[in-house]
Protein backbone atom coordinates (compact mmCIF):
# COMPACT_ATOMS: atom_id res chain seq x y z
CA UNK A 1 0.00 0.00 0.00
CA UNK A 2 3.14 2.21 1.19
CA UNK A 3 4.25 1.75 -2.59
CA UNK A 4 1.30 2.42 -4.50
CA UNK A 5 0.67 5.49 -2.71
CA UNK A 6 4.12 7.32 -3.00
CA UNK A 7 3.66 5.94 -6.57
CA UNK A 8 0.73 7.56 -7.04
CA UNK A 9 2.18 10.92 -5.48
CA UNK A 10 5.05 11.01 -8.24
CA UNK A 11 2.64 10.92 -11.51
CA UNK A 12 0.54 13.82 -9.88
CA UNK A 13 3.92 15.40 -8.86
CA UNK A 14 4.62 14.95 -12.66
CA UNK A 15 1.39 16.19 -13.77
CA UNK A 16 1.92 19.17 -11.74
CA UNK A 17 5.13 20.00 -13.23
CA UNK A 18 4.12 19.03 -16.98
CA UNK A 19 1.04 21.37 -16.75
CA UNK A 20 3.88 24.25 -15.28
CA UNK A 21 5.93 23.41 -18.14
CA UNK A 22 3.48 23.51 -20.70
CA UNK A 23 2.37 27.12 -18.73
CA UNK A 24 5.36 28.88 -18.75
CA UNK A 25 5.03 28.43 -14.64
CA UNK A 26 7.94 27.54 -12.06
CA UNK A 27 6.50 24.23 -10.75
CA UNK A 28 8.05 25.50 -7.24
CA UNK A 29 5.13 28.14 -7.36
CA UNK A 30 2.53 25.31 -7.14
CA UNK A 31 1.68 23.38 -3.51
CA UNK A 32 0.69 19.83 -3.99
CA UNK A 33 -2.09 19.78 -0.73
CA UNK A 34 -3.14 16.34 0.01
CA UNK A 35 -7.26 16.21 0.99
CA UNK A 36 -6.88 13.16 3.67
CA UNK A 37 -10.47 13.26 4.21
CA UNK A 38 -11.63 9.71 5.06
CA UNK A 39 -7.65 8.68 5.09
CA UNK A 40 -6.59 6.63 8.19
CA UNK A 41 -3.45 8.33 9.77
CA UNK A 42 -1.37 5.40 9.30
CA UNK A 43 -1.51 5.97 5.55
CA UNK A 44 -0.85 9.73 5.89
CA UNK A 45 2.01 8.98 7.96
CA UNK A 46 3.24 7.58 4.92
CA UNK A 47 3.18 10.71 2.85
CA UNK A 48 4.25 12.99 5.62
CA UNK A 49 7.35 10.66 6.44
CA UNK A 50 8.06 10.85 2.46
CA UNK A 51 8.05 14.84 2.68
CA UNK A 52 4.96 15.61 1.55
CA UNK A 53 4.02 17.39 4.73
CA UNK A 54 0.74 20.27 3.39
CA UNK A 55 -2.16 18.18 4.63
CA UNK A 56 -6.37 18.93 4.36
CA UNK A 57 -9.08 18.10 6.29
CA UNK A 58 -12.67 18.60 5.52
CA UNK A 59 -14.35 17.46 8.91
CA UNK A 60 -13.59 18.80 12.48
CA UNK A 61 -14.16 15.29 13.99
CA UNK A 62 -11.58 13.55 11.43
CA UNK A 63 -9.03 16.44 12.68
CA UNK A 64 -9.69 15.50 16.18
CA UNK A 65 -9.64 11.76 15.63
CA UNK A 66 -6.50 11.70 13.90
CA UNK A 67 -4.45 14.75 15.58
CA UNK A 68 -2.84 12.05 18.12
CA UNK A 69 -1.21 9.51 15.63
CA UNK A 70 0.06 12.49 13.36
CA UNK A 71 1.45 15.38 15.55
CA UNK A 72 4.76 13.92 16.09
CA UNK A 73 5.29 14.00 12.63
CA UNK A 74 6.30 17.29 12.02
CA UNK A 75 3.22 18.85 8.79
CA UNK A 76 0.86 21.62 8.03
CA UNK A 77 -2.89 21.09 8.40
CA UNK A 78 -5.19 23.21 6.13
CA UNK A 79 -9.12 23.07 7.46
CA UNK A 80 -11.10 22.59 3.81
CA UNK A 81 -14.57 21.62 4.67
CA UNK A 82 -17.46 24.15 5.63
CA UNK A 83 -17.01 25.25 8.85
CA UNK A 84 -20.10 25.66 11.14
CA UNK A 85 -19.93 28.75 13.33
CA UNK A 86 -20.57 25.75 16.73
CA UNK A 87 -17.18 24.07 15.50
CA UNK A 88 -14.80 26.93 15.84
CA UNK A 89 -13.15 26.34 18.88
CA UNK A 90 -12.62 22.60 18.48
CA UNK A 91 -11.12 23.37 15.08
CA UNK A 92 -8.51 26.08 17.11
CA UNK A 93 -7.61 23.29 19.25
CA UNK A 94 -6.10 20.92 16.44
CA UNK A 95 -2.92 22.85 14.90
CA UNK A 96 -4.72 24.34 11.74
CA UNK A 97 -3.17 26.79 9.79
CA UNK A 98 -4.82 28.05 7.62
CA UNK A 99 -9.02 27.51 7.19
CA UNK A 100 -9.73 27.68 3.23
CA UNK A 101 -13.39 27.70 3.64
CA UNK A 102 -14.22 31.20 4.94
CA UNK A 103 -17.06 32.28 2.59
CA UNK A 104 -19.47 34.62 5.25
CA UNK A 105 -19.29 37.26 8.01
CA UNK A 106 -21.19 36.14 10.57
CA UNK A 107 -18.29 32.95 10.78
CA UNK A 108 -15.49 35.43 10.32
CA UNK A 109 -16.99 37.23 13.49
CA UNK A 110 -17.50 34.38 15.33
CA UNK A 111 -13.79 33.12 14.49
CA UNK A 112 -12.31 36.49 15.76
CA UNK A 113 -13.91 36.89 18.71
CA UNK A 114 -12.60 32.93 19.63
CA UNK A 115 -8.97 33.80 18.32
CA UNK A 116 -9.22 36.95 20.34
CA UNK A 117 -10.06 35.19 23.52
CA UNK A 118 -7.27 32.62 23.12
CA UNK A 119 -4.83 35.00 21.43
CA UNK A 120 -4.12 33.76 18.30
CA UNK A 121 -4.09 34.32 14.60
CA UNK A 122 -5.02 32.60 12.04
CA UNK A 123 -4.51 32.25 8.02
CA UNK A 124 -7.36 31.92 5.91
CA UNK A 125 -8.57 31.58 2.33
CA UNK A 126 -12.24 33.17 0.91
CA UNK A 127 -14.00 30.92 -0.69
CA UNK A 128 -15.93 31.79 -3.73
CA UNK A 129 -18.48 30.08 -5.40
CA UNK A 130 -17.49 30.27 -9.02
CA UNK A 131 -20.01 27.75 -10.44
CA UNK A 132 -22.84 29.48 -8.89
CA UNK A 133 -24.33 25.79 -7.85
CA UNK A 134 -26.84 26.03 -5.37
CA UNK A 135 -24.97 22.89 -3.72
CA UNK A 136 -21.91 24.52 -3.17
CA UNK A 137 -20.40 26.71 -0.28
CA UNK A 138 -18.19 29.43 -0.93
CA UNK A 139 -18.76 33.92 -1.23
CA UNK A 140 -20.85 35.27 -4.06
CA UNK A 141 -18.34 36.04 -6.84
CA UNK A 142 -20.86 39.36 -6.87
CA UNK A 143 -20.14 39.77 -2.99
CA UNK A 144 -16.33 38.63 -2.51
CA UNK A 145 -14.87 41.96 -2.58
CA UNK A 146 -16.94 43.25 0.02
CA UNK A 147 -16.60 40.56 2.59
CA UNK A 148 -13.07 40.53 1.98
CA UNK A 149 -13.03 44.38 2.91
CA UNK A 150 -15.27 43.32 6.09
CA UNK A 151 -13.10 40.59 7.25
CA UNK A 152 -10.15 42.23 6.58
CA UNK A 153 -10.73 44.49 9.89
CA UNK A 154 -10.17 42.10 12.09
CA UNK A 155 -6.73 41.98 12.94
CA UNK A 156 -7.03 38.03 13.92
CA UNK A 157 -7.78 36.90 10.63
CA UNK A 158 -4.81 37.24 8.02
CA UNK A 159 -6.45 37.02 4.50
CA UNK A 160 -3.73 34.97 2.08
CA UNK A 161 -5.96 34.27 -1.25
CA UNK A 162 -9.12 32.59 -2.76
CA UNK A 163 -9.88 29.36 -2.94
CA UNK A 164 -12.76 27.20 -5.41
CA UNK A 165 -14.10 24.27 -6.19
CA UNK A 166 -14.46 24.23 -9.86
CA UNK A 167 -17.60 22.46 -11.68
CA UNK A 168 -17.84 18.76 -11.78
CA UNK A 169 -18.06 18.73 -15.27
CA UNK A 170 -15.76 16.78 -18.11
CA UNK A 171 -15.94 20.04 -19.85
CA UNK A 172 -12.38 21.79 -19.63
CA UNK A 173 -13.78 24.63 -20.64
CA UNK A 174 -17.26 25.28 -18.09
CA UNK A 175 -14.65 23.96 -16.14
CA UNK A 176 -12.00 27.22 -16.54
CA UNK A 177 -14.55 29.85 -16.38
CA UNK A 178 -14.45 28.89 -12.55
CA UNK A 179 -10.42 29.04 -12.36
CA UNK A 180 -10.68 32.01 -15.03
CA UNK A 181 -13.34 34.06 -12.73
CA UNK A 182 -11.07 33.78 -9.68
CA UNK A 183 -7.86 34.62 -10.58
CA UNK A 184 -9.92 37.80 -12.21
CA UNK A 185 -11.11 38.25 -9.22
CA UNK A 186 -7.71 37.92 -7.71
CA UNK A 187 -6.57 41.02 -9.46
CA UNK A 188 -9.15 43.11 -8.72
CA UNK A 189 -8.70 43.11 -4.80
CA UNK A 190 -4.76 43.07 -6.08
CA UNK A 191 -5.74 46.71 -7.25
CA UNK A 192 -7.64 47.76 -4.50
CA UNK A 193 -4.81 47.60 -1.76
CA UNK A 194 -6.85 46.68 1.05
CA UNK A 195 -4.92 46.83 4.05
CA UNK A 196 -4.07 43.19 5.72
CA UNK A 197 -5.15 41.48 2.80
CA UNK A 198 -2.80 39.60 0.56
CA UNK A 199 -3.77 37.84 -2.43
CA UNK A 200 -0.53 35.23 -2.73
CA UNK A 201 -2.72 31.61 -2.72
CA UNK A 202 -5.14 30.38 -5.40
CA UNK A 203 -6.07 27.16 -4.64
CA UNK A 204 -8.04 25.43 -6.95
CA UNK A 205 -7.66 22.27 -8.30
CA UNK A 206 -8.19 18.49 -7.75
CA UNK A 207 -7.48 15.38 -9.68
CA UNK A 208 -9.08 15.83 -12.64
CA UNK A 209 -8.75 19.22 -13.55
CA UNK A 210 -5.70 20.37 -12.05
CA UNK A 211 -3.65 21.15 -15.24
CA UNK A 212 -6.60 23.46 -16.05
CA UNK A 213 -5.82 25.08 -12.63
CA UNK A 214 -2.81 25.62 -12.93
CA UNK A 215 -3.04 26.69 -16.12
CA UNK A 216 -5.36 29.78 -15.06
CA UNK A 217 -2.93 30.52 -11.77
CA UNK A 218 -3.60 27.57 -9.17
CA UNK A 219 -1.04 28.22 -6.31
CA UNK A 220 -2.10 24.90 -4.76
CA UNK A 221 -3.86 22.12 -6.21
CA UNK A 222 -5.70 20.15 -3.59
CA UNK A 223 -5.59 16.34 -4.52
CA UNK A 224 -6.95 12.92 -2.63
CA UNK A 225 -8.26 10.12 -4.55
CA UNK A 226 -6.02 9.74 -7.15
CA UNK A 227 -3.11 9.85 -4.09
CA UNK A 228 -5.00 7.61 -1.67
CA UNK A 229 -7.62 5.91 -3.98
CA UNK A 230 -11.49 6.34 -4.06
CA UNK A 231 -13.26 7.02 -0.95
CA UNK A 232 -15.97 4.83 -0.04
CA UNK A 233 -18.51 7.89 0.53
CA UNK A 234 -19.31 10.58 -1.92
CA UNK A 235 -17.84 14.13 -2.94
CA UNK A 236 -21.44 15.12 -2.19
CA UNK A 237 -20.87 14.22 1.51
CA UNK A 238 -18.21 16.71 1.82
CA UNK A 239 -19.97 19.57 0.07
CA UNK A 240 -23.32 19.60 0.02
CA UNK A 241 -23.77 19.75 3.98
CA UNK A 242 -26.93 21.78 5.58
CA UNK A 243 -25.58 25.48 5.84
CA UNK A 244 -25.53 26.88 9.22
Excluded at 36 to 44: A, F, L, M
Excluded at 200 to 229: H, N, P, Y
Aim: with cysteine.
Amino acid sequence: MSEEILQNIVVIQERINNACKENGRNPNEVKLLLATKTVPGERIKIVLQAGYTLIAENKVQELKEKYEGLKEISHTNHFIGHLQTNKIKDLLKYNVSCIQSLDRLDLAEKLHQRLQFENKTIEVLIQVNTSFEESKFGASPDNVIELIKQVSQFETIKIKGLMTIGLFSADTEKVRKCFRLLKDIQQQIINLNIANVQMQELSMGMSGDMETAIAEGATIVRVGTAIFGQRSTPDSYYWNENKD
